[in-house]
């Protein structure tokens, strides 16, 4: 047997990149086949599908070989020459060369086959492939790219990998997209963008913990200064920090929440009192109504407060009054609201020594404007921790305001105004820590409504409950009230309406003494929707008639029947109930006047029968 | 995805593309969360919301009814 040794053409058919197999091609030929001197043409079919065609030259005396010793030759990588079986001592050195220099060509042609003509058309595929991307056309591009993967050049095919990937994520192919992602990320774990790619869909996927490793291995290779895989690592620490609280690992939920706020973008969001064992359980208690265990827990924390940093001190013993406070709000025992206001004053001014706990709730026209608004974010932007400590004040004030309200409510007896004073002040604060929080609108205007002594504290109290419906409260009460004030608004406006109506038909009646109607304008001109007697010339015009009595009576009861209605949507106005009394009394002296002419008619009548009968009867005797 | 004439994508523009994921606990217990914050959690804990304020100004409103009632 006469084995080719030929190293260039033995790496034929091996992906670029890899070094070549160090075999052997062996051109063995069929036992008793023998090889006559000549020249022949040779076709090699390469892997890739195309074709090398050479020619074998067989020189000397054909030997026929025997069944066991098939004819072949060995080319040596050094061009030497071995005689490895029976061969025909006589030309087989020519055939021999001949055959050597043969697949030499040979292997030219398929070592430029492969480093030049492959690599040149699996560029072109690759480009044409990623030019799909452009047009965001995944389903072409994904079986192009696979296709050509494995002959591309080492820095295409890594990226070919990555597009492979991103375009299965695409067309949610998840489980493909991972397999292949987590393969390109083990070999080379510093590639940020497989690595986030690989992060994201398993992120997509909720499985956090395994986001979380080529999220650490991205940090490591730098690549946390992209926002996206900042954020994205920030979302995945986040969601395993939520898992480690439910499962009761608070300690490793709070490292992980650590994690969080060093990766700065759902800092808002995590919980501030996650780092203090007694407030997750006696905020736990607090949630399940135990009120034994709360305390327990939040009197061990003022036990605890004095071996804490200094720096944690006094919100922790905020924690601890605001913790008690709430487990006496829930045992709600009699006499227990001044032990709630007891302690969450004290939580309020541990949380802020130079805060007010009293306020007056601000004229309306007080209310802060968009400049001052600014003014006041500025000013919370610039205090650090400002803004969790408005809210919890906000939260403290507000509780402080219902369970005044909440002892009100039992101990009903006297000093209203000072009662309602003392209620509106507690939410007055919740209002300065929050002007957005529409609770303490909803419960001072309520409150100011339903106790208001006269129209002009009414108007004020729906104008508070209107900025609460404003700011988002759509209370059934809320809405109730607000739409019988606007009911009122308009009835008063067609009442004023009406009577300016009767008020003009009155000034312009010719049958009423000038001198009455000019002191009935005079009167009501100070109003702006009555003018003055100078401004209406047209009254100077009417012409004036003594009424009769029954024009009188006419005038005086349609008078009293349009003031009537007028009083019908102000009936419970005292205001009004002096001319109520009046309208009655008009009547009675209407009734009066109309009996008095009765009584004239009658009179005259007499008068007439008198003077007839005597007069006439005199006539009839003398005629 | 920004590409320029026949450029080829980088990868970053692709991971641009990506819907970002929004931070939602709701699925992994958020509401165990709630319950950890106590600072957070006053009024919840204290079960004061728009019904219950409501409702006391209601009873405060009766109750001041019934008393001027009585002194009557």
Redesign the interface.
Known sequence: MIVLSLPAVLGFGVAAGESADPGSTTITLPPGVAVPPGTYPVTLAVPDGSEVVATVVVAGEPVAPTSEQPLSGVATSSGGVENAGTTDGGGGFGVLVAILATLAVVGVGLLVHRLVVVPRRSSRDY?GA??L??K?DYRRALPALTRIETTLPERLRR?AR??IA?AL?RLDEFDEAEHRLAAVHREDPADV?VA??LA?VR??R?DYDGAEPPLAALEKAGGLT?G?AR??YG?VQ??RA??A??TGR?DAAAELFGQVERLGD?VD?V????RNHH??L???A??DKDVVGARRQFEGLELAVPSLPESEREVMAA?AD??LA?AA??ENAPGGADRVETLLVSAARRLRPDGAVEAEWPDPSAEPSIADRVGELNEQGEAAGGH?HD??LR??H??RG?AR??A???N???R?RERLAGVVSGFALVRQADSDF??PY??VG??RY??AEDDQERSAAVRVLARARALG?R?P??LRVLNQHAQLVRASRNVVGSYLQVLDQFVEDGSISEQVRATLVGQLSRFGKVRSWDQRPELRRVHVSAPSVAEMNDRSRLLRERIDQLLAVRRDDPRLAAAGELTRSLEDDSQVLLDHARAVERKEAEVLAIVGDQLLSENEVTS | MTVLGRREPVPAECLDELPSLELDVSADGGDELSRVELRRAVLSIAEVDHIAEVDLVSAVVDAMADESDGEE
């Not at chain 1, 919980?271 to 996650?274: I, K, M, S, T, V």
């Open positions: 480009t990623v030019a991307f452009a965001h990226r990555f597009y991103f994520v963008d986030y790619l994201y992120a997509t909720r992209s996206r954020k994205l979302l986040y969601h939520v898992v609280v439910r608070i759902y969001r919980p501030a009192d996650l407030v997750v006696g905020a736990r607090l949630f924690l605001l913790g709430l709000w829930i969790e809210r919890v939260d403290i507000l509780l219902v309200l909440r009100w409510a039992v009903p007896h006297d209203t529409s609770d909803l419960v309520l409150l339903h106790f409260a209370d009460e809320l």
